[in-house]
């Protein structure tokens, strides 16, 4: 049974930081790519980060470009989302994404979420 279990969200101020966690289980990191979405009150799901840790490639969208950082830990098979520079436009609950790195498949696997609130 796959399982992400995020952890890391609060409630701070604009400019701070956050590092976001993503616990994996029942997955074989080399197989999948990993991922941060987050969805805002009333706006559609945005694929904000993602990551494949065998060949370092990397997609940010551009609103979180330098501000944020996908990263991994494999050995422990944790995902980290590091948020630098927060904005209240980074308000939203933020999940952990995982899906098979063939090109072809979506995001089948999600978390709970874990909600970041910034305020201004």
């Known amino acids: 049974q796959v399982s992400l279990v995020e952890s890391g969200g609060g409630l701070v101020q604009a400019g701070d930081s956050l590092r976001l966690s993503c616990a994996a289980s029942?997955?074989?990191?080399?197989?999948?790519?990993m991922g941060w979405f987050r969805q805002a009150p009333g706006k559609e799901r945005e694929l904000v980060a993602s990551?494949?840790?065998?060949?370092?490639?990397?997609y940010y969208t551009d609103s979180v470009k330098g501000r944020f950082t996908i990263s991994g830990d494999n050995a422990k098979n944790i995902v980290y989302l590091q948020m630098n520079s927060l904005k209240p436009e980074d308000t939203a609950v933020y999940y952990c994404v995982a899906r098979l790195s063939d090109g072809r498949s979506d995001y089948d696997y999600w978390g709970q979420g874990t909600q970041v609130t910034v305020s201004s």
């Open positions: 029942g997955l074989t990191f080399g197989n999948y790519r």
């Open positions: 990551k494949r840790q065998t060949t370092a490639s990397t």
